[in-house]
């Protein structure tokens, strides 16, 4: 094959730190903004309340079953930033609940990644 | 801000609405050049319609790349589509279809992190256009697997060949794969899911 060629790269430490990510990524603001994943999962906690505002209004009638961030701003039509400001909002106030995706850890769970399997295998 | 009625706002249909067991989520990123098939891998699979979620780029991205960012413009809007297969009534994977381009990660606060792996999806037409790609994951530590999207007029290369030219590790696993069925790009998944669960094992 004569394509051009790529040459491998190392782990860098200072990239596969999950504390400096944060740091990488945290708001320049410094403003306290939940830290929310694309999955993870909201729960409606409460009926929408005269305070909050119509699109939190909405995230409380669209959360009544489980759903992710990332399906939020779709439905939403939102960007994910705005999406999680509103979100830190309703958490706050304990209008809605936020389960925390399973992460990646260091060595993967063995008995996770054998679920997904079975579940695949079901597909 | 362009905000819809909250009257013409439907969010899923009746029969994607998840079980309140779900309270769980994981996610894998597909991962790959312009135009490899990254929303048909990704809608062969989901469970819904995939959808798609947006951030907008703010002054951070002017500049960085000609082609994208309009000088006048201070913002731009840059889309991933997603889906979700329910793996149990708890356990919900999602996966997020991402351009290869790393400037756009950023965006997506923690994309990768926390990302069980990777699917990096390559064209044997335009392999040069993953070779960023595999560099960035590989400098992240993001675990991941190749997956050869065999289109029609694409030219076959032996997978050693390939192996050679992406420069990949012998324990990377390489996967021919066509995007547009179900059944393919469920094993592309189980692919990755097998080489993840290989490295959790101890080192013989």
Known sequence: MNSPRRERRKADPALSDPERLYVITGDPDGSERAHLDLVTMIVAQAQPTPTVQPEQAVILRLCQAPLSVAEISAYLGLPFSVVTSLLTELLAAELIESRAPIVRATLPDRSLLEAVMHGLQKL | MDFRSSDTITGPRSEDVLPTTATAAVKV?????????????????????????????????????????????????????????????????????????????????????????????????????????????????VPFVVAINTFPDAPKHPVEALRSALDLPEEVPMIDCDARLRGSSRDVLMTLMRYLHSLSLPLA
């Open chain 2, 29 to 141: 990123v597909i991962v790959g050049g312009f135009g490899v098939g990254k929303t048909t891998m990704v809608g062969s699979v989901s469970e819904i319609r995939p959808l798609t979620t947006e951030e907008t780029m703010t002054q951070a991205g002017v500049g960085v790349d000609d082609n994208f960012g309009v000088e006048s413009k201070t913002a731009t809007t840059v889309a991933m589509d997603f889906g979700r297969i329910s793996i149990s009534e708890e356990l919900i994977l999602y996966l997020f279809g991402t351009p290869g381009q790393e400037r756009f990660w950023f965006l997506w606060n923690g994309l990768f992190e926390g990302a069980l792996g990777a699917v990096v999806l390559i064209d044997t037409r335009r392999l040069e256009v993953s070779f960023d790609v595999i560099g960035r994951l590989e400098e992240r530590g």
